[in-house]
């Protein structure tokens, strides 16, 4: 099926006239655009304004992955030539393209010459399809569908195509990189270099901390959850396991830590597909350029642990440049208390805000050749 496409316009007004004021577009995307798009003021300013330095041209676009067709938005920077572009993929609380996490993606890189692809993940706003019954695999190459789709745009340079992710997404572009040959990029964040399972076990131990629950519940959560993953594993008898779950079903926090009261087998568990995911194996297929950073402050994910192996294997991945950004939380926020990082309820509306993160991610971009001044 051909993709389809619906096309409007929308200027950036950006000053632009060197590197540094490059990093600045980064650096105040989120706070001054976030603003400007809230305004409700009458609109007059347009009675003094100067002319955008960029103008952004929006098309809906739709592309298929075998019998599954997605639906995402294509923000791409008129120009002369033609311009890389980036494909977004999905942080697992995050599926649609209209959410907070993407907005400075698209508020920030096509001022930086470089346009950005926003779909909504399978089974999630227009998109077909359902998550239930796929992997990491089929969600890469869900990316690279969509890679390939851009590859045949006049506008998009076919062989400056990469990838960002933030958190599962994060593995994802990874995963995506590595199956795409053609990929020319890749830029994960937060995304740790555990399997899934040694990462939720980090996770849950810390929302029971953050929420005041003693280490004795720490230590039975992680027992509990550690028995479901040995069961999915084989290693673990369902009985023994369903048993040591039953333990805990009780427990104040139980709705804290990620488990249902029993669990599926692993022939049919998406979670038994999941924890199979080994992110180092992953970059070692890997060929291009990657950039891969943690908030120094994330109760997610073990960043410390992640940033030490890629540190200690810097020899065998010279593609991969490491960062970890002081005081950033999982979503590279600042300002987010404890209770609110780990609250599901707010990681619809959570964005970057971190002005490391931004003016890294433009540097490295513009050092790699993919960013532009105009």
Excluded: C
Aim: hydrophobic share 45%.
């Amino acid at each position: 099926m051909a993709p389809r496409e619906t096309v409007v316009s929308r200027n950036f007004s950006v000053g632009l006239t060197a590197f540094r004021t490059a990093l600045l577009v980064l650096l105040t995307s989120t706070t001054t655009m976030g603003a400007q798009a809230q305004d409700t003021r009458p609109a007059q300013p347009e009675l003094w304004s100067a002319p955008a330095s960029t103008t952004v041209t929006v098309s809906e676009k739709h592309f298929n992955n075998g019998q599954v067709e997605l639906s995402g938005t294509l923000y791409a920077p008129q120009a002369t030539g033609k311009v890389p572009a980036v494909v977004v993929l999905h942080a697992a609380s995050v599926a649609t393209r209209d959410l907070a996490l993407y907005r400075h993606l698209i508020q920030a890189l096509p001022p930086l010459g470089i346009a950005v692809f926003v779909y909504d993940r399978r089974g999630s706003g227009k998109s077909g399809g359902t998550l239930a019954d796929s992997d990491y695999n089929v969600l890469a190459d869900d990316g690279i569908a969509a890679q390939r789709m851009l590859a045949h745009d006049a506008r998009i340079d076919p062989g400056r195509i990469g990838f960002w992710g933030l958190s599962q997404g994060g593995w994802l572009s990874l995963l995506a990189a590595a199956r795409s040959p053609q990929t020319a990029f890749a830029i994960s964040i937060s995304a740790p270099l555990t399997t899934p399972d040694v990462q939720m076990n980090f996770a849950v131990a810390n929302i029971l901390r953050i929420k005041g629950y003693t280490q004795a519940d720490v230590d039975m959560a992680v027992a509990a959850r550690t028995a479901v993953d040995e069961f999915e594993r084989g290693k673990l008898d369902r009985v023994t396991a369903q048993a040591r779950l039953d333990a805990v079903v009780g427990k104040p926090w139980f709705g804290l830590i990620y488990l249902d009261k029993t669990f599926k087998d692993p022939d049919t568990s998406r979670w038994a597909k999941e924890m199979a995911h080994d992110p180092l194996k992953t970059l070692d297929a890997v060929r291009a350029p990657a950039l891969i950073m943690y908030g120094a402050n994330d109760p997610w994910v073990p960043a410390k642990l992640s940033a030490d192996i890629l540190r200690k294997n810097a020899s065998k991945y010279p593609n991969i440049h490491t960062a970890v950004i002081a005081g950033a939380d999982h979503d590279m926020m600042l300002s987010a208390s404890p209770e609110s990082q780990v609250d599901p309820k707010a990681l619809s509306v959570q964005a970057p805000e971190a002005p490391e993160y931004f003016s890294l991610m433009a540097a490295w971009l513009t050092e790699k050749g993919f960013a532009r001044v105009p």
